[in-house]
């Protein structure tokens, strides 16, 4: 899949990010039409969560066998900014915990028995360093955050880097060289690898999307009136208006007065290594199985 996306792309970075760009604006507005739509049932309360919640002995059933990239400082401050203003409007949604953040680079198999889950990892045990090492190797950036939403969470979205510099966007240029090898380049390395040792991907859905969720919904009441999730889906796109100007690149620095200002960039792999987890890690829980070198 992965392969498929960069070779319609032709592995140019700045089409790789105009694309992916594009894919997760058009979902927001696929997802505020659907939540705003008459026939809208309300939002989906995470069960499995709520059971967590009240219950810190219960057992989620679903075991995983995933990579994690953890965020870096700067975007874990960024987290923490936006749900706090996400709970200014909605305190009982659930946040993820600033240490349980992570994006999954690859989900190699979900929902599965615990000895399916040991089976693969066995099978990977030749390859774990070098697929959790990768990065140290072939680094990517990950810039231009937003927030996406649904009926069921809010996730903080990245985008490929496309040669941003440091004096500021170069979006249009076609030698972006710096990026030439993206995020989704490491997925689809990460999935080969994973092929190579007999282990078949069997991941949820296809996507292209780099997003780590922030926040789900356990309670529906909060958002029971059409009002109250106009109001929600305002804050969302005020946060994003917020983002673009204070974590994009930006172009006319000093018009603007502003000095310097480059955006937030997360290179994977960056203060703390990538992790290939297993077990019950919905919420940021689970088992490391190998942790990665980080640079």
Same mark, same amino acid.
């Given at each position: 899949?992965?392969?498929?996306?960069?070779?319609?792309?032709?592995?140019?970075?700045?089409?790789?990010?105009?694309?992916? &760009?594009?894919?997760?604006?058009?979902?927001?507005?696929?997802?505020?039409?659907?939540?705003?739509?008459?026939?809208?049932?309300?939002?989906?309360?995470?069960? #499995?969560?709520?059971? #967590?919640?009240?219950?810190?002995?219960?057992?989620? *059933? !679903?075991?995983?066998?995933?990579? %994690?990239?953890? *965020?870096?400082? $700067?975007?874990?401050?960024?987290?923490?900014?936006?749900?706090?203003?996400?709970?200014? +409007?909605?305190?009982?949604?659930?946040?993820?915990?600033?240490?349980?953040?992570?994006?999954?680079?690859?989900?190699?198999?979900?929902?599965?028995?615990?000895?399916?889950?040991?089976?693969?990892?066995?099978?990977?045990? /030749?390859?774990?360093?070098?697929?959790?090492?990768?990065? +140290? &190797?072939? !680094?990517?950036?990950?810039?231009? *955050?937003?927030?996406?939403?649904?009926?069921?969470?809010?996730?903080?979205?990245?985008? *490929?880097?496309?040669?941003?510099?440091? &004096?500021?966007?170069?979006?249009?240029?076609?030698?972006?060289?710096?990026?030439?090898?993206?995020?989704?380049?490491?997925?689809?390395?990460?999935?080969?690898?994973?092929?190579?040792?007999?282990?078949?991907?069997?991941?949820?859905?296809?996507?292209?999307?780099?997003?780590?969720?922030?926040?789900?919904?356990?309670?529906?009441?909060?958002?029971?009136?059409?009002? $109250?999730?106009?109001?929600?889906?305002?804050?969302?796109?005020?946060?994003?208006? %917020?983002?673009?100007?204070?974590?994009? /690149?930006?172009?006319?620095?000093?018009?603007?007065?502003?000095?310097?200002?480059?955006?937030?960039?997360?290179?994977?792999?960056?203060?703390?290594? +990538?992790?290939?987890?297993?077990?019950? +890690?919905? #919420?940021?829980?689970?088992?490391?199985?190998?942790?990665?070198?980080?640079?």
């Amino acid at each position: 899949m992965f392969e498929d996306f960069l070779k319609s792309a032709n592995n140019n970075p700045v089409i790789i990010q105009h694309l992916c &760009d594009s894919q997760r604006s058009k979902r927001n507005e696929e997802q505020k039409h659907h939540l705003l739509s008459d026939d809208f049932k309300g939002v989906r309360p995470d069960q #499995y969560l709520i059971n #967590y919640l009240n219950d810190p002995k219960y057992v989620d *059933p !679903r075991n995983n066998l995933c990579i %994690w990239a953890r *965020p870096t400082e $700067a975007v874990m401050r960024l987290v923490a900014e936006i749900q706090k203003e996400l709970l200014t +409007l909605a305190p009982g949604i659930w946040t993820t915990p600033l240490e349980s953040l992570h994006m999954t680079v690859l989900e190699i198999v979900h929902t599965a028995t615990t000895e399916e889950v040991n089976s693969c990892a066995k099978k990977l045990q /030749p390859c774990l360093k070098e697929m959790v090492n990768y990065t +140290l &190797d072939h !680094r990517t950036r990950l810039v231009k *955050p937003k927030l996406n939403f649904d009926d069921a969470a809010v996730a903080l979205s990245f985008v *490929p880097a496309a040669g941003e510099d440091r &004096d500021g966007a170069s979006e249009d240029r076609d030698d972006a060289s710096e990026d030439r090898y993206t995020y989704l380049h490491l997925r689809s390395d990460s999935s080969d690898i994973c092929s190579r040792n007999g282990v078949e991907v069997a991941a949820r859905y296809e996507t292209t999307s780099s997003h780590m969720t922030v926040a789900r919904f356990v309670r529906k009441d909060e958002h029971g009136e059409r009002e $109250a999730m106009e109001l929600w889906i305002s804050k969302i796109e005020s946060l994003n208006r %917020w983002l673009e100007d204070e974590c994009f /690149p930006q172009e006319n620095l000093q018009e603007k007065g502003r000095g310097e200002h480059v955006g937030l960039e997360w290179y994977i792999g960056a203060e703390r290594g +990538l992790e290939i987890r297993t077990r019950d +890690l919905w #919420y940021g829980g689970g088992v490391s199985v190998e942790v990665g070198e980080h640079f």
